[in-house]
């Protein structure tokens, strides 16, 4: 008879490190509070749960304040041969990468939050729902840049990415189901042909942590590396879906035109951001012995990215409805293919610190100065959608609205006094050319000078005088001033904006992540 006893009991109790875990686990716990909560209180009251979705995110991101010491904290770790655990045998660190990535996920989550104050009230939209569902994404986005194993990896992208689906589709003007319908098809594709590509990565490695990945796929017998290089790059799909790099960014205008515009904000800064993580974390760590392979793939991909995105934006009409948010859309995958650069460097360096920490300093800024734009185009859009054409003569009516986009527009292009925006771009261009891409950096350059075109000429709306009896009707209702803008429009574009203008004045608050080493 076998017997099933083990030598040591004791050794098969994990040891939790709740501190560590402590952020995605708050925003969870908010997220269950506030179902709970929705269950019990009466209609009048329920404006409440907003607030108490706003305190959850503002919680968890406090619980990185005792993460930020220099010894990253792993914990869910597999003991060793030597009965001992080390970070490679981790499924969650802790470490400057995951806290970075953490505080643009859940600071960009608060934001959301801010921005759907007026527009749950406004659309009638189901508040317990939709507070739950955003609260249970962000939880997936925190979680994700942590996660050491594939397995835990899929399981965070797809808890950032199924409430996401439902956020898009509780629009119920029409838009909402057809948006959340192709973004849902499209995600689950990827999804499925990432599964493909991890269990290839599995059979060849025979592990799922990835820094026992890379070594086992540096060993692998001959006749498995064909195996192992196709699922390293089927794995890689899964996560270019979520930055939206071409050819998986056909969903973004629809889908961002078709959600609630705060939805469509959250999407484009820490949907991307779980995206990028990921691929950031797959790449760098678990096929590091194929780095120059997936290196040169990134290099194409940023170049046909930027350039895909930059010229969906030249060829969009200002004069439509919706025209500003498409504009942001396809201005967001143009980024996508920015933030892309310092990755496919990675692949060329002998550590990923420099070029890592560079994407992870153009992140931060881009998901600033994104969300307050999404911001300026709820308070000029709040009741249909906004064409470009609406911001004409915006300063004449909204002094301080209109300085604000036209800022945040300035920060994107890398115009001063966007100046936070330009140092992210000169970071992002020196860490291509210090990895010998020079080729990249001449058409990153290119489309640097391409996008200047549509983000003037939009700043240059702003300005422009208004030709009598052309204002939109929304435009004219807006013409008593600033103070007819709700709490949380207001909150959202304070917020934004100083952030902005702070790190304009101060960019190595940002910068110094470039520096040193985020694992």
């Known amino acids: 008879m076998t017997s099933l006893a083990v030598a040591n009991p004791g050794s098969l109790i994990q040891s939790v490190d709740w501190v560590a875990i402590a952020p995605p686990l708050i925003a969870a716990a908010a997220a269950v509070a506030v179902l709970v909560t929705d269950l019990f209180l009466p209609e009048r009251h329920k404006k409440w749960l907003g607030r108490l979705t706003a305190a959850g995110l503002a919680l968890a991101l406090i619980a990185l304040l005792p993460l930020t010491g220099k010894s990253p904290r792993a914990t869910f770790c597999v003991q060793n041969v030597a009965g001992g655990t080390d970070n490679g045998g981790c499924s969650y660190v802790a470490d400057h990468f995951a806290l970075v990535f953490q505080l643009l996920a859940l600071g960009g989550a608060l934001i959301a939050a801010l921005l759907s104050t007026h527009t749950v009230d406004n659309e009638k939209l189901p508040r317990g729902e939709y507070w739950f569902l955003l609260l249970s994404s962000a939880t997936g986005a925190a979680l994700l840049p942590a996660s050491r194993d594939l397995a835990t990896m899929v399981v965070a992208l797809e808890v950032a990415s199924l409430p996401a689906f439902a956020l898009v589709a509780l629009r119920r003007d029409g838009r909402g189901a057809e948006a959340a319908l192709k973004f849902f098809v499209s995600s689950v594709t990827a999804t499925a042909v990432m599964l493909l590509g991890i269990g290839f990565v599995y059979a060849a490695s025979g592990s799922l942590h990835l820094g ?36 998986f960014h056909f969903w973004v205008p629809d889908t961002y035109t078709g959600a609630p515009l ?258």
């Open 212 to 247: 026992a990945v890379a070594q086992g796929l540096e060993h692998a017998p001959a006749q498995l590396k064909p195996l192992a290089e196709a699922g390293a790059v089927l794995t890689l799909v899964g996560f270019a879906f979520k930055v939206a790099a071409v050819p």
């Open 262 to 519: 705060p939805v469509a904000g959250y999407l484009s800064v820490v949907g991307k951001a779980a995206g990028l993580s990921g691929l950031a974390l797959a790449t760098t760590i678990a096929f590091r012995p194929y780095a120059h392979t997936w290196g040169l793939v990134l290099a194409v991909l940023a170049a046909v990215t930027m350039t895909v995105g930059n010229a969906g934006a030249l060829r969009q009409r200002f004069d439509t409805r919706y025209s500003a948010v498409r504009l942001l859309a396809w201005s967001s995958v143009g980024q996508a293919g920015y933030l892309l650069v310092p990755l496919a460097a990675a692949g060329y360096a002998p550590t990923g610190a420099d070029p890592l920490g560079a994407t992870a300093a153009y992140a931060l800024i881009y998901g600033v100065v994104n969300l307050g734009a999404f911001g300026v185009v709820a308070a000029v859009g709040r009741r249909a959608g906004a064409s470009v054409d609406d911001f004409r003569g915006l300063f004449a009516r909204r002094r301080w609205t209109a300085l604000a986009l036209a800022f945040f527009l300035l920060c994107l292009a890398g115009l001063p006094p966007g100046v936070i925006g330009l140092f992210g771009k000169v970071v992002v261009f020196r860490a291509a050319v210090d990895a010998g891409l020079g080729w990249l950096a001449v058409v990153m350059a290119a489309n640097v000078v391409v996008a200047l075109y549509y983000y003037l000429l939009w700043t240059a709306r702003l300005f422009a005088p208004v030709a009598e009896g052309a204002a939109s009707g929304e435009a004219v209702g807006d013409a008593g001033g600033e103070r007819r803008l709700p709490v949380g429009l207001t909150a959202t574009l304070g917020l934004t904006a100083s952030a902005a203008v702070v790190l304009s004045v101060a960019p190595q608050l940002v910068l110094q992540v470039t520096s040193g080493s985020l694992f």
